[in-house]
């Protein structure tokens, strides 16, 4: 026991069970807090009606329950929202709500800023500040279910309406593992938030060490930002190459444990007369052709102070014939929120009108 109190939203049900033990309860009541802690409105352990009074008391001496309050709310013309939250130390981290016909996508957070400096990406220019926790992580969710709840735009008694999680947003998630395995155990637990696995995404640029652990401790679609074929471009475009080449992080993929019927989803961002050759796309066929996976090709989103342009709609088209020819599910991603600084390597803690500040 420590002398400060613990944040109940940084513990999945494993870690609830041994909190309570620890203050000389049963299992039972670590698995009652976790019933509680996500529902809508739940704020304080009075709230949780079903524990003992004396229990209770104990909850509020050793423990808290966080929450975030007050987002920073920004609206893209295209329907899409970003939301800023400001954390305990003042640090500040962006979440993306992406509305569509058949789904609501989250992209949420892993850390305060990214240490991976990749040269296209406008997070990578905040560079890295710390990781977040897990409930920094899960309270990200939790924030934007409330939004939608106090908006009348889902039904209070759901927990989630919210369909798919994505890890796209600022940091590199596998580089915080153990507090992403901590969050994904809390979204996906039937008495946390209850996100079926099949609906969350984690994405990374290749922290290889990793990528197998993560594989064998959940059932999550794994994302891979390759964005170049050959170890000279990838190394100016991603300075992980430099450790986990090109070759090492394919074989990483070929060897990811999941289900037969379960592929990787390649990122491939599309920039003018970088990656964008006909010659790039038979190497990236011939790259892939032993990796279970479909391929987003993804539009570019400019960005301040970046040398990057997007790729023409005609070159992605022609880039996509090739794989398709090559018998590979390709899809091209149009960009949502760009006009708000919303999109992908977009979030950098900055509104259009500047910084932001409290509201």
Not at 10 to 30: H, K, N
Not at 142 to 163: F, G
Request: overall charge neutral; hydrophobic content about 40%.
């Amino acid at each position: 026991m420590t002398d400060s109190p613990i944040d109940c939203k940084d513990f999945d049900t494993e870690g609830l069970v041994q909190f309570a033990e620890s203050l000389g309860q049963s299992a039972f009541r670590g698995k009652q807090i976790m019933s509680w802690l996500y529902k809508p409105g739940i704020v304080s352990f009075d709230q949780m009606t079903d524990l003992a009074k004396s229990f209770r008391e104990l909850l509020h001496k050793h423990a808290t329950i966080s929450f975030f309050s007050e987002p920073i709310i920004e609206q893209s013309q295209d329907g899409s929202i970003k939301f800023g939250f400001v954390l305990a130390d003042s640090n500040i981290i962006e979440s993306v709500l992406i509305p569509e016909e058949d789904r609501l996508t989250l992209c949420i957070s892993s850390q305060v800023g990214c240490s991976m400096g990749c040269s296209f990406c406008g997070t990578a220019y905040l560079g890295f500040t710390r990781n977040l926790s897990p409930s920094e992580i899960v309270n990200q969710v939790v924030a934007v279910r409330d939004y939608l709840i106090s908006n009348h735009l889902i039904d209070k008694v759901q927990k989630s309406e919210i369909t798919n999680l994505v890890f796209m947003g600022m940091g590199e998630p596998l580089n915080n593992f153990d507090n992403l395995i901590t969050a994904i155990n809390i979204l996906t637990d039937q008495k946390g938030l209850d996100i079926a696995s099949r609906r969350i995404t984690v994405s990374t640029c290749g922290i290889v060490h990793h990528m197998k652990k993560l594989g064998e401790r959940t059932s999550i679609n794994l994302a891979i930002s390759l964005h170049a074929v050959d170890n000279q471009t990838r190394n100016l475009l991603m300075p992980i190459n430099k450790k986990y080449p090109i070759e090492v992080l394919i074989e990483a993929c070929k060897n990811y444990p999941m289900k037969k019927r379960k592929r990787i989803m390649i990122e491939y961002v599309m920039l003018d007369g970088v990656n964008d050759s006909l010659e790039e796309a038979h190497e990236l066929a011939r790259l892939l052709q032993a990796v279970p996976c479909k391929i987003n090709l993804l539009t570019y989103n400019p960005t301040e102070n970046l040398p990057y342009q997007g790729s023409s709609r005609e070159k992605m088209i022609g880039f996509q014939n090739v794989l398709r020819q090559k018998h590979y599910s390709v899809f091209i991603r149009s960009s949502r929120g760009s006009d708000i600084a919303a999109a992908c390597g977009q979030l950098a803690g900055k509104l259009r009108g500047g910084s932001y500040a409290r509201q």
